[in-house]
């Protein structure tokens, strides 16, 4: 039976930490979300961060443009944005219509408002272990096991996905001398061969795929540590819409020493540390501190 | 019996293209060595690529500092190095002394002129898999890989070492959707455990730790393909200086389908690609062309 590797706990931490931190500031940081288009996923995703932000004494601006904004009208936003030395970090909600060129605007939000860390420049700093805001779901991977007292090194993790805001930069995480690092890393994907052979030596396995419930108990190890990093929307026997995860988690539950649940998981996580890189981009655009 | 990976064949066509692309610059491209302190190693990598430059067009200026150079005087060398459009690539020879940042100066270096890859911004889009100049070594691997027409999808790939300028950046380029990557990539390192049971799944196993012979037969599957990263230089049995690699190679021999020979392999096409990238330095500071 596994112990559930909750958010609540870990989240209460995080929170008492950050109100700790946005008092010693001295001034009210503040968040500004650019929000394209219609999406049910992302306004409940909004709306959560602005509760969570009158809550902890972080302004929340919210701009909203409708899904036919050009490219040229998103580059003058984000560098009016990027200019005005009132906002300390910059969201970008996703997804982005098709006529964005997305790289072009993760590389024009200023690094140093760049919360969602996916700048390049913040990516390769993670890679060089440098200090850097850091995209958020890696780093709630990292915080739940670290909260959890589960050490990494000379484990056995294996990854399931290698995409740029979770796969590749968690495994790189993990591969830095630290307590939640020093690990041996595996990274898997939809051209892996012979997948549960690798899965089933993993003594940690991230599932960050994006298909529900497809880890199964047949696919891990026993005792071994399972952390679920997908959201899908599904329909439940009744025909009600239902979130699951990567994992079968009813399934591993007995298999399993630990599992991360969903909900209640790593997305929880997520958002406070979102915040939590709001506050450190206040840090960072009043002293440059770590560029 | 494996098939020795030669640089040779690698090599001249590498130098064919870039022969061709500097007909094409229409200017004689410019990369400026900086060399700081005495260095055997080094004094001989750097009259080798001033030999090549001369072959192949490319003006090869070296600055000499002494090893007591301060990180200010170091600074104001990169930027106004950064500033003369006369210069295209800028290559910062290793090691530092001690008194040097590393990380601080890397990061100066302007990343349209950082021939090694090493800047922040570069590794990050690497991992995005967007346009960068690319660290030498890395690339190196993936040129004789893809020389040899050894295709890697669905492959599982073994990379022993976990360095900034070699296993971590490796490891992302293999997971790379490209016919030299969409691989399983496992990394291990010195904290891995039970290292034999891994790298014994190696359908490609890559060895890059700086450990002369390490790499024996018992830790390689049969007719897997060997790429050694390593040089090291040890005394031979009459006591002379010898260059091995990390694998133990005539040991090795008969089990490996194919191997990287140490000297002769990777490390001669990591000099002709630092070449390369001063070439594609000039496009980029012409037509900043993918930045």
Not at 68 to 86: A, G
Not at 95 to 121: A, R, T, Y
Not at 135 to 164: D, M, W
Not at 225 to 238: E, F, P, Q, R, Y
Request: aromatic share 6%; net charge neutral.
């Amino acid at each position: 039976m596994a112990t559930l590797l909750k958010a609540k706990p870990v989240l209460s931490e995080i929170y008492t930490q950050l109100k700790f931190d946005i008092e010693k500031l001295g001034k009210m940081p503040c968040l500004e979300i650019i929000l394209i288009g219609e999406n049910a996923a992302a306004e409940w995703y909004v709306s959560n961060l602005q509760k969570k932000g009158k809550k902890y004494d972080i302004k929340v601006n919210l701009r909203r443009f409708s899904n036919d904004i050009s490219q040229l009208e998103l580059e003058n936003v984000i560098t009016e944005l990027n200019n005005n030395i009132n906002i300390d970090g910059i969201m970008l909600q996703k997804p982005l219509p098709d006529q964005i060129d997305e790289h072009v605007i993760n590389s024009l939000i200023s690094p140093f408002k760049d919360v969602d860390g996916f700048h390049p420049v913040n990516l390769g700093k993670l890679m060089l272990e440098q200090p850097a805001l850091l995209p958020c779901t890696p780093q709630a991977v990292i915080e739940i096991l670290r909260f959890y007292q589960i050490e990494t090194t000379g484990k056995h993790i294996v990854i399931l996905g290698r995409s740029n805001i979770v796969g590749k930069p968690l495994g790189l995480l993990f591969l830095n001398k630290t307590l939640q690092g020093n690990a041996t890393v595996t990274t898997c994907h939809s051209k892996t061969e012979n997948l549960p052979a690798i899965t089933l030596q993993a003594d940690i396995l991230i599932a960050a795929i994006g298909k529900p419930e497809f880890v199964k108990p047949e696919m891990i190890k026993d005792n071994s540590i399972i952390i679920d990093v997908g959201t899908n929307l599904i329909k439940d026997a009744s025909g009600n819409d239902k979130y699951v995860g990567d994992v079968d988690a009813e399934a591993v539950y007995d298999k399993a020493s630990a599992l991360s649940p969903v909900p209640g998981g790593v997305g929880s996580v997520t958002t406070a540390l979102l915040l939590t890189n709001v506050v450190k981009s206040v840090k960072l655009n009043q002293n440059k501190l770590f560029y």
